[in-house]
Nanobody, 125 residues
Framework: QVHLVESGGGLVQAGDSLRLSCAAS????????MGWFRQVPGKEREFVAA????????FYADSVKGRFTISRDSAKNTVYLQMNSLKPEDTAVYYC??????????????????WGQGTQVTVSS
């Protein structure tokens, strides 16, 4: 069983930076795709970024491209989401997700097998 634990959320001002971490355990993730999604109450879950564990290929939503960076540390089994130039519209609960394949469309949450509990990010204006 895969276990994902997010951390690093908080309250920041617009223009600030935060780094989210997702510690993964329970499997070898060499053939996994890891993703970050976010959700605001009353709205659908939104894709943010994803990374292929094996080749480090990355994917981003247009709304965060150029501001957010996803990366992974294989030695620590941890995925990071570096968020710069944060905006109030980035406010959401951010979820880490794991998909047990390093192929296929990484953009849709339904394709992911495991989810973390979420971490709140609040950006004030």
């Amino acid at each position: 069983q895969v276990h994902l634990v997010e951390s690093g959320g908080g309250l920041v001002q617009a223009g600030d930076s935060l780094r989210l971490s997702c510690a993964a355990s329970g499997r070898t993730f060499s053939s996994y795709t890891m993703g970050w999604f976010r959700q605001v109450p009353g709205k659908e879950r939104e894709f943010v970024a994803a990374i292929r564990w094996s080749g480090s290929r990355t994917f981003y939503a247009d709304s965060v491209k150029g501001r957010f960076t996803i990366s992974r540390d294989s030695a620590k089994n941890t995925v990071y989401l570096q968020m710069n130039s944060l905006k109030p519209e980035d406010t959401a609960v951010y979820y880490c997700a794991a998909r047990n394949s390093d192929y296929g469309d990484p953009y849709y949450g339904n394709g992911y097998n495991y989810w973390g509990q979420g971490t709140q990010v609040t950006v004030s204006s």
